[in-house]
């Protein structure tokens, strides 16, 4: 593992600058006292170059490669899209540096491995991009179980509704499992810890663009999943909201109840004379912001300290086989076992 100077700022390469990527890097530029950007890699021309210039980071690149074998760099936050991210992992990892990826880490059980073979031989740091684990309401939550108070789970339930304005044939098969309903899983654990799933059960159609239904797009989805303590949790999602972007969650146990989340973009409530209204927000980057700098913060931390990450690829590991579990569910219309998924 890269030796971090505990005075100096972690040297952090952005590894794809896209949507996501593009906030990523303003926070470790500009948000993370922690944290430096040294440089910026995208195949797309131009891109990182751009980017880089208006941060002042000092490097741009169109090979991650070129970032992986940078001696500024002592990590990387991979934001490119998924079908890559086991590939990066991997020689991120094999050049010595500590890893931020963004979900899924891997599109298969059997890549995701790979990538953590390769983590675990080079002894560096890897973190997944579950940042609902960094929501207020959701940390606020896990003290609560933490402390006891919400006693035994029994019910688990998370929701994730996005905005919509998606191109339907740009979808690859089981996103909805593989990258949006991810979220949802992991949140599922990170609500019964210590529990892992035992079985999935899950309906999905194709309810904003019902056109591609036979080209096999999945748009809106519900997973039971059973747990090993017993407790039984819903993830549930779609792709178009009316209202913007939303995520909440709720866990009932034998102590309790705690519900997160309201979708509102502040607190204000206007009052006039059709009523009383709020303002929802209308992307992740809205609702979540804080939640995406205090992963890299904490991420930062864990390559400073030499680790372990908060959320690692055990954890991507848990979540992603309840997505390869949902998706066959769906296509064999039965209950799937993990055990099934995870040989
Ligand atoms: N945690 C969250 O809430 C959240 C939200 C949005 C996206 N994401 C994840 O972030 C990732 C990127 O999504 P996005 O919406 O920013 O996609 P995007 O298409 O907007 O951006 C991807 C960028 O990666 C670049 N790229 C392509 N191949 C590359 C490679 N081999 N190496 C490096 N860069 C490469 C592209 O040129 C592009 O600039 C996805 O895994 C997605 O699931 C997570």
Known sequence: ??????????????????????????????RLPGA????????????????????????????PAQAFGDPAVEAVVIAAPARFHTDLIVAAAQAGKSVFCEKPAALSLGDLD?????????????????????APDWAAA?????????GTPRLLRSVTRDPGGFDPSWVPADTIFNETLIHDFDTLRFLNPGAEAVEVYATADALVEPAWKDRGLLDTAVVTVKFDNGATGIAEACFQAAYGYDVRGEVFGSGGMATMGDGRATGMVFSGATGRAIDTARSDQELLAGAYVAELAAFVEAVRTGGPAPVGGEDARAALAIAKAAARSVRENRPVTIAEVAR
Do not use: C
Not at 7 to 28: C, D, F, K, N, Q
Not at 39 to 52: C, F, I, R, S
Not at 142 to 150: C, E, K, N, T
């Open 114 to 134: 790979r990538a953590i073979d390769a983590v675990r031989a080079a002894a560096v740091v890897l973190q997944v991009g579950f940042n609902r684990r960094f």
């Open 142 to 150: 896990r003290a609560l179980l933490d402390r006891g108070v919400l």
């Open 1 to 30: 593992m890269s030796q971090v100077d505990s005075g100096s700022p972690v040297g952090v390469a952005l590894i794809g600058s896209g949507r996501m990527g593009a906030y990523h890097g303003e926070t470790l530029a500009q």
């Open 36 to 63: 430096r950007l040294v440089a910026v890699a995208d195949p797309a021309p131009g891109t990182a170059e751009k980017l880089a210039a208006g941060w002042g980071a000092p490097a741009a690149y169109t090979d």
